[in-house]
């Protein structure tokens, strides 16, 4: 969680930067701002509370790996439909013998949570509503 704050205050911070040099263009040629800070929005998320944004028709980030034990995911629906949040055992999107725990009903504009206790090993998370996992509403959720 402080991980994810400090991340959001430096993307705040880039911003107000980026703002601050685009200014400067049309006025006195300053030096250029370059920013060199990497890429972390590619990186997974590694925390026991995840959170994931639901889009028509996908996850982000699509990639997550947590540490085993207890963990809490935060679906947020940032799409204009509803979507769910299922998570299986292995790689495939298997029936209910291989569903670990899912959350549903994730209306647009929401946030809902669940809870999991999870051990090591490789998981697939989707969005089961038909036609929705099939245009890539999937991830993979590693947990070591
Ligand atoms: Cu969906």
New binding site residues.
Partial sequence: MKRIAVALVAMALMAFLGACSKKSESGVSGTSATAGAPATAATPAKSSEVKIV?T??QFSPKEVTVTAGPTKFLIKNE?K????FEIFKGTELGGHDDLIDEVEDIAPGITRELKVDLKPGTYAFA?M?PG?SEQG?RGILTVT
């Fill in positions: 639901a028509e028709h799409g439909i509803e979507h769910e969005c509503l929705h509403q």
